[in-house]
T-cell receptor, first 116, second 113 residues
């Protein structure tokens, strides 16, 4: 149980275009989902926290107009990277916290974004 | 600022040895800690967690020790196997408006057969 999926697993897009990444909790409902970014050989950096039905809370330094987050249901959150640039190339990972859960987060497999 | 950090970026061990991965944290208000394993190109995988009211917790081949006096967390892996090779992260729960995790820098564990 507690499986989180991400789609796509990898994507290549051209500079200036937008790309959407989906995060789904497959066998549980998630009130809260988290989006992380990870550069090679570095740790996970929290980008934003999203709660179902409300606006996401972004970490300091993360542009909310560039990284659009929508958490429209208890099983789906999306991250849209708008006007992508090569420096946005990274590994994006989502996690989900079960409804009624306290601290635990279940992670997705990640999405590799390459902007050319 | 406060952060979670690790002492050793890379740890090389022989198969069958016991491995110890360390983590220092500085946020004394953190009340929950987790160890994750991340294999190349994959998301983090939960290994074991511990709440701040405990000092030791054991799982299958893994033990987490928490020393709140010196703000130190360790992960012990018994009889390390080649399949244990990965990057290991500690994470702490920040007690803010709603719980979020702060990840440490990570330690790469390399297990030689």
């Amino acid at each position: 149980g507690a499986v989180v999926s991400q789609h796509p697993s990898w994507v290549i897009c051209k500079s200036g275009t937008s790309v959407k990444i989906e995060c789904r909790s497959l066998d549980f409902q998630a009130t809260t989902m988290f989006w992380y970014r990870q550069f090679p050989k570095q740790s996970l950096m929290l980008m934003a926290t999203s709660n179902e039905g409300s606006k996401a809370t972004y970490e300091q330094g993360v542009e909310k107009d560039k990284f659009l987050i929508n958490h429209a249901s208890l099983t789906l959150s999306t991250l849209t990277v708008t006007s992508a640039h090569p420096e946005d190339s990274s590994f994006y990972i989502c996690s989900a916290r079960p409804q009624g859960g306290s601290y635990e987060q279940y992670f997705g497999p990640g999405t590799r974004l390459t902007v050319t | 600022g406060e952060s979670v950090g690790l002492h050793l970026p890379t740890l090389s061990v022989q198969e069958g040895d016991n491995s110890i991965i360390n983590c220092a944290y500085s946020n004394s208000a953190s009340d929950y800690f987790i160890w994750y394993k991340q294999e190349s190109g994959k998301g983090p995988q939960f290994i074991i967690d511990i709440r701040s009211n405990m000092d030791k917790r054991q799982g299958q081949r893994v033990t987490v020790l928490l020393n709140k006096t010196v703000k130190h967390l360790s992960l012990q892996i018994a009889a390390t196997q080649p399949g244990d090779s990965a990057v290991y992260f500690c994470a702490e729960n920040r007690r803010s408006g709603y719980s979020t995790l702060t990840f440490g820098k990570g330690t790469m564990l390399l297990v030689s057969p």
